[in-house]
């Protein structure tokens, strides 16, 4: 093995070593809000997804997370909002306008 | 001679008899003599009538509105009998002036397609009406951001169901019921308007409370119910969700005011 061949394994090893066991292509998952709810409530997703809420009500409601990590401006009928999830852990949420409105996402390494 | 003469006597007997009845006492209340048990039974409701009501000496902003319990006919365009709810004092509103003593309606008149309309539209405008006096009044941050939401939300319907009125060329026809929101909805505003601060505060949140829980009770056992067209239907079916949520609001809220969160 010359040392050219070592250097190219070498990086490999490295470029692998830094993927995460579970990792997998980023999806996009979609949250509706009708209803005065959120659908799904629960949500799961992985570092990395990005989440999409849709307001289908005909009503305005927005999307934030209880801990600021995320606030939406007011999503009148049809609008869209769009968070990455970028740390794990449970995070629950909230519309603004309306407290009651809640739902949350587990978010997993 | 009695028989030549039978006319004057028989004035003469006639006037006695007369005299007789005229000289009998009068019954001062004009009525016909009663046995005991409806002498007891009146003396019972007159104690009942004089004992001060709680209404009257409720220091809370009491807000009369039919019970929630409805009798549904299965004819769509006939009445629907609903039971006055008594006036019960507004735990939170202590420092509220007292309500005027009011009784309402017992039924809310035709129900069909046009009055639901107008139901709906008068209690989209009453809480609209009870947010435009917060700015002036509300002493608390959330109150007033409640306020706002429920002008923004009440607003919403309102136009939601002038387009479909339009689109489906029904006007709104009032019935007893759309008109009786009415004029609570000015009794109301009356009380309101004469607090400020926290007392304000209070009174309106419980009125809130009472307000949204009315609407989604009219909602669930007539509007709802009662619509014929379906896209009327749906669209109530939708608006109940808000409605809802309002009041799911409203009582945390007034959990919030009680607690002087």
């Given amino acids: ?109 | 001679m009695l028989a030549r003469r039978p006319l004057p006597l028989l004035v003469l007997a006639s006037s006695f008899i007369t005299g007789c009845v005229l000289l009998k006492p009068i019954d001062p209340s004009g009525m016909s003599p009663r046995t005991e048990s409806e002498e007891a039974r009146d003396t019972a409701q007159n104690q009942a009538e004089s004992a001060p009501a709680p209404v009257e000496v409720a220091p809370a902003p009491v807000i009369t509105m039919p019970a929630p319990t409805t009798t549904v006919s299965p004819n769509p365009t006939d009445t629907i009998a609903m039971p006055v709810a008594a006036a019960t004092p507004a735990p939170v509103a202590r420092e509220a002036a007292p309500a005027p003593a009011r009784a309402r309606r017992h039924d809310l008149g035709t129900v069909n397609d046009a009055t639901i309309s107008a139901m709906v539209l008068a209690s989209n405008y009453t809480d609209i009406s009870y947010a435009q006096l917060v700015p002036a009044r509300a002493l608390r941050q959330d109150v007033r951001e409640f306020s706002r939401r429920m002008l923004t939300d009440h607003t919403t319907v309102n136009q939601l169901v002038r387009d479909l009125l339009a689109k489906l060329d029904i006007g709104p026809v009032d019935n007893i019921a759309s008109l009786d929101m009415r004029d609570e909805s000015s009794e109301n505003r009356d009380i309101l308007r004469e607090l400020s601060g926290a007392a304000f505060d209070s009174a309106y949140v419980e009125n809130e409370v009472r307000y949204h829980q009315k609407f989604l009770a009219s909602l669930d056992d007539v509007m709802i119910p009662r619509a014929r067209n379906a896209e009327l239907r749906t669209l109530l079916s939708n608006v109940r969700p808000a409605v809802a949520a309002h009041l799911a609001h409203a009582e945390q809220l007034r959990a919030n005011v009680l607690a002087r969160k």
């Avoid at chain 1, 040392?3 to 995460?20: D, I, K, S, Y």
């Fill in chain 1, 1 to 109: 093995m010359t040392l050219r061949q070592v250097a190219a394994f070498a990086g490999v090893l490295a470029c692998v070593a830094r993927v995460p066991p579970h990792s997998r292509t980023p999806r996009v998952e979609y949250v509706s809000i009708r209803g005065f709810a959120f659908a799904p409530a629960e949500l799961d997703v992985v570092v990395g997804d990005t989440v999409v809420w849709t307001n289908t009500d005909q009503f305005v409601h927005t999307t934030a997370a209880d801990s600021a990590a995320w606030s939406s401006p007011e999503l009148r009928t049809g609008e869209r909002f769009m968070w990455i999830a970028r740390g794990t852990g449970q995070l629950s949420y909230h519309c603004a306008a309306h407290p009651k409105m809640r739902g949350s996402i587990v978010v997993h390494p």
